[in-house]
């Protein structure tokens, strides 16, 4: 997930920011996409992480969780070559830094082809080639240029498909919820208006041109945890017994999922694309996160995914109420816990796999098994904000010169920041690097954490609500 947050409150939300029920018999003389449903439902499959099991035993895993498709974030060989002894569908990603020479030169888009696509085609099941990931959620100047050059990139890799004879691979892009201005109610949904023109229009033409997905990021988590105390969990979670009728439409609506896939519906009609079928490229719940991300649990996380499963897996489908009894092709964020991306703690919990193999919680992607009951899962404790000091400091057995690294980091950005170390001062003693990088880890968050700092250090920090000092030294603190 890249994942880029916004506010709704009693689902009042204006700006979500960010980021199947069918298996997909997909190619016919007409070259249409056909969905036939088989209780099966896609995971994402991310490998940021420097403890994850090879491609070979996460593929087998995959398949003992009864998933019917993976996506991929690149076009590994070694995976597709696994994927190829499977009967797993597959998708592939075009790396965002490949989007601008791509668009610009059909020979690219051929080499890429030829790579990724035809060097395991059609032995392994390829069906989507995704260019990028929610590359309008960035908005640098370079960023502007990839944009630009999308959907000629789009367009340069369907040619050079349909020149090899491949029909049955659509291609698309997945955009995050940020990708619109309003989302709330579900029919104001509106594109922001530097993309609407110049971006989602010839984007919307493409995927209609070619039978395509409007591939989406979306994650209820997001919106509901920004005001957990005035949004009902349960809205959020499938399991709430109140409604929300749309004001405009008198649509009523049962799940915050549904609202946000419908606000893109009601986006795309605006620019007279009504039709365009919606996937949900990624959606899910966070296992674990931050003290100050609430809500980030297992026992959310298993509820969110089982219901979203169940609804996905339903025969016959249910859709949303714009588009009722419409499948929606759904891949479920993530395999596993990633511990190397970088961000806030819950970017690193997504997971219903352990790195081991074992899962986090139960789950079953056919949609055929009983939900378990929640009994067995930890009782969460996170449902509402903490309230308290939180400090930062260095996880157990960090390496000696990263943590030192990483302390000089610290030091180096204000002269304040570690002034009670040096010798002599109150928190010199004890001398230790664990110690001294605690310090300056905590005094720096507590310094910078309104200009979007996090304890994260690389992986070498933690947070805790148990005061790090002692009588002599007071490590400053951040106050939730």
Request: proline residues 8%.
């Amino acid at each position: 997930m890249s994942s880029p947050m916004a506010s709704f409150a009693l689902f009042f939300f204006t700006l979500i920011v960010l980021s199947s029920s069918c298996r997909y018999a997909i190619g016919s003389p007409n070259n249409k996409t056909f969905l036939s449903l088989a209780s099966r439902i896609g995971i994402n499959y991310g490998r940021l992480g420097n403890n994850l099991p090879s491609p070979y035993q996460s593929i087998n895993l995959i398949k003992s969780i009864n998933a019917g498709h993976v996506k991929l974030y690149d076009a590994d060989p070694e995976t597709l070559m696994v994927l190829s002894q499977t009967n797993l569908y597959v998708t592939i990603m075009v790396p965002n830094n490949q989007i601008i020479p791509i668009g610009a030169d059909q020979a690219a888009a051929d080499n890429w082809v030829n790579t990724n696509v035809l060097a395991h085609y059609p032995q392994t099941r390829i069906r989507f080639v995704l260019v990028g990931n929610e590359i309008l959620s960035n908005n640098s100047d370079q960023d502007k240029q990839t944009w630009s050059s999308l959907v000629p990139a789009m367009r340069k890799i369907i040619t050079s498909l349909r020149a090899r004879g491949i029909h049955n691979i659509k291609v698309g892009t997945p955009l995050a919820m940020d990708v619109l201005r309003t989302s709330f109610p579900p029919s104001s949904g509106a594109f922001r208006e530097e993309v609407a023109a110049p971006v989602m229009l010839p984007l919307l033409k493409f995927l209609n041109g070619t039978n395509s997905f409007f591939f989406l990021d979306s994650y209820p988590y997001f919106p509901w945890s920004t005001d957990p105390v005035n949004n009902p969990l349960d809205f959020a979670l499938f399991q709430s017994n109140s409604t929300y009728t749309d004001p405009q439409t008198g649509l009523v609506y049962t799940n915050l999922l549904d609202q946000m896939l419908d606000s893109v519906i009601f986006a795309m009609t605006k620019l007279g694309y009504p039709n365009v079928r919606l996937a949900i490229s990624e959606t899910g719940w966070p296992n674990s996160g931050d003290i100050d991300e609430t809500g980030a649990n297992i026992l959310n996380a298993a509820t969110y995914n089982r219901n979203l499963i169940k609804k996905m897996t339903a025969n016959p489908p249910i859709g949303t109420p714009v588009r009722p009894g419409s499948p929606i092709p759904t891949f479920l964020f993530s395999l596993f816990n990633e511990n190397q991306k970088p961000g806030s703690g819950t970017e690193r919990h997504w997971g219903i796999l352990n790195p081991d193999g074992t899962q986090i919680y139960e789950i079953d992607f056919s949609g055929t098994r009983p939900v378990p009951s929640p009994g067995s899962l930890p009782k969460p404790s996170n449902n509402v904000p903490f309230k308290g000091n939180v400090w930062c400091v260095a996880v157990e057995g960090a390496s000696e010169a990263e943590l030192q690294q990483a302390l000089n980091f610290a030091c180096g950005q204000s002269n304040a920041t570690c002034a009670a170390l040096a010798p002599g001062r109150e928190c010199y003693a004890p001398v230790s690097l664990t110690w001294h990088a605690s310090y300056a880890f905590s005094s720096y968050w507590a310094q910078f954490r309104n200009q979007s700092s996090r304890c994260y250090f690389n992986g070498l920090a933690r947070e805790t609500t148990t005061n790090p000092g002692n009588e002599h030294c007071t490590f400053p603190s951040v106050t939730l």
